[in-house]
């Protein structure tokens, strides 16, 4: 695969590479094209240098044997970024990162599959982070963000949707789902909305009051 940075603009969504499951290699292209930052997270530096891409900065606590020289070698220039905080995960680090930096947005692959904890912590954790950066965590069957209160998109009939509220959401209103909402509430563990799906070509609107609600575009 070659590297990245068709055009260097930071309204831009930068990439943050995890280490969770791989995704296609035809997803990573899409997103790398239009990155102007590429962040790979520890551990996960190996497997994305096997595939060729350009990374401008490696971050993470480095808590194994870590030879610096070897990666700024592989991928001159490369800034290396050391956030031993324990309490946070590498992944947070790189959101905090972004934002000391003035970014507004991030796609973020490879954040899911493999274990478990990891998938639900990297997907809930961005609630965290609702007024300070766009996130959108892709793999080859999902795309998950954040909604704000009010949520409106053009989609083709018969999209799934899925709508997980992180904790308790109240107020929620749907148009043009199969399932609709009407004022009711969702409650992580009691009820969600999964597999939803769009009745019709055309606008799909989600609001709601309170609480943070994920969308999850779903295939198969």
């Given at each position: 695969?070659?590297?990245?940075?068709?055009v260097r603009d930071d309204q831009e969504p930068a990439l943050i590479i995890a280490n969770g499951a791989s995704c296609s290699e035809e997803l990573i292209g899409q997103l790398l094209e239009?990155?102007?930052?590429?962040?790979?997270l520890d551990s996960a530096i190996d497997r994305v240098i096997k595939?060729?891409?350009?990374?401008?900065?490696?971050?993470?606590d480095f808590d194994r044997d870590f030879d610096a020289s070897y990666y700024l070698e592989k991928q001159y220039p490369l800034k290396i970024v050391h956030t031993p905080d324990q309490d946070k995960t590498d992944l947070d680090k790189a959101f905090d990162y972004l934002i000391a930096k003035g970014h507004k947005a991030v796609n973020v692959i490879w954040a899911t599959g493999k274990r478990a904890d990891h998938t639900i912590t990297n997907?809930?954790?961005?609630?965290?982070?609702?007024?300070?950066?766009?996130?959108?965590?892709?793999d080859d069957h999902s795309k998950v963000f954040l909604l704000q209160?009010?949520?409106?998109?053009?989609?083709p009939k018969n999209t799934t949707i899925?709508?997980?509220?992180?904790?308790?959401?109240?107020?929620?209103t749907t148009k043009n789902l199969f399932?609709?909402?009407n004022n009711e509430e969702l409650i992580i563990g009691y009820r969600t909305g999964s597999s939803n799906h769009v009745v019709e070509d055309g606008i799909v609107t989600?609001?709601?009051?309170?609480?943070?609600?994920?969308?999850m575009e779903c295939w198969d």
């Open positions: 695969m070659s590297s990245h940075h068709i239009w990155s102007p930052l590429v962040i790979v595939l060729g891409i350009k990374i401008d900065v490696l971050l993470g997907i809930t954790n961005i609630v965290a982070y609702r007024n300070e950066l766009k996130i959108v965590v892709l209160k009010k949520y409106e998109k053009w989609y899925s709508l997980i509220p992180i904790g308790k959401v109240t107020g929620i399932y609709p909402l989600i609001e709601h009051q309170e609480g943070d609600l994920l969308l």
